[in-house]
């Protein structure tokens, strides 16, 4: 049976390009990769070496035990399960120890942190225990609204917190959250998360009519805030150019790509395969650094 471009395949015949989605692995390197840009526009000189290790690993794991709690939620239908959660069922012993080896790499560097910063981050924990409340009694198909969001803003305010603090200008966690880099990246990531779940939804030859009419609803509505993004990061950019701050200018310019990215993806997804469309939704959120690179310097 072929399935997702060939889901019942060997794993070990899978080309390279895939595998850092399947090992969760894409989530922390944009974690990582945002990071360093928040680090640049806010003139951050320095922070505990082991910081961005504690992002990267904190990301992993929350990816990881999601994935495995979608797996087993959807283990009477493994058929229809993502290439990524496919691995993480199969493969579900071996993953559930290297979460748990991660968790421990977690509590490590954090008790190599500094108790002020541990301090600042605990607001930040509160959408991912939210996210993981939502998901365990999640089940809907289509695009999943409030739980995106909620993942949105865990992964953005998440990613940026650390660096945040060592900002010096910080003044408490709600300067944070009003930020208008970090606000514009928790839409980024929302967006994305929704783009994503639209395009896992049921095949259209599985779905009726009615489906198929909240399908074209959802997808108006993602192009629609898709476009308002874009817009917001070019006036953002032209303030920001205004005011003389070449690097919050490279910053939103930056954000405008990705959201570019994910718009050509959206416009152009039958040009594509299910598997392929997923990898370069991480991509189009990856592809802000070198842009910004290109623009700040």
């Known amino acids: ?35 360093w840009m928040f680090k640049q526009i806010w003139l951050v000189k320095y922070h505990q070496p082991s910081l961005p290790w504690l992002l990267a690993l904190t990301v992993w794991c929350i990816y990881v ?14 058929d229809e399960l993502s290439l990524r959660h496919r691995f ?33 981050c605990y607001p930040a924990a509160a959408p991912v225990i939210l996210y993981f409340l939502i998901s365990f009694q999640s089940s809907s198909r289509g695009v999943s609204w409030f739980k995106n969001v909620v993942a949105g803003l865990a992964f953005a305010y998440g990613t940026s917190v650390g660096v945040h603090f060592r900002s010096g200008s910080s003044v408490g966690f709600h300067e944070l959250a009003l930020s208008s880099e970090v606000v514009v990246f928790a839409a980024l990531c ?8 639209h ?21 108006k509505i993602l192009r629609i805030l898709l476009l ?20 919050h200018k ?10 570019g990215g994910v ?19 991480d991509v189009a959120l990856l592809l802000p650094l070198p842009f910004f690179c290109l623009f700040a310097y």
């Open 199 to 219: 395009w896992e939804s049921t095949s259209e030859s599985q779905r009726g009519a009615e489906e198929r009419d909240e399908s074209d609803t959802e997808n």
């Open 263 to 281: 718009a050509f993806l959206a416009l152009f997804r039958h040009l594509f395969s299910r598997v392929s469309l997923r990898i370069l939704a």
């Open 228 to 247: 308002a993004l874009v817009i917001v990061c070019y006036l953002l950019a032209g303030s920001a150019e205004a005011f003389g701050s070449q690097a």
């Open 88 to 120: 993480h069922w199969d493969y579900r012993g071996l993953m559930k120890i290297a979460l748990c080896v991660g968790v421990v790499g977690v509590f490590f560097l954090l008790s190599r942190q500094s108790r002020g910063l541990l301090a600042y």
């Open 65 to 78: 035990a999601d994935r495995l709690m979608d797996s087993r939620g959807q283990r009477g239908s493994k």
């Open 1 to 35: 049976m072929r399935v997702e471009g060939g889901l019942c395949a060997p794993m070990a015949r899978r080309p390279l390009w895939i595998w850092p989605n399947i090992l969760s692995l894409d989530a922390p390197l944009v974690a990582l990769a945002w990071f």
């Open 250 to 259: 490279a910053f939103y310019l930056a954000a405008m790509v990705g959201a």
């Open 190 to 197: 929302m967006i994305n998360m929704m783009v994503i779940d």
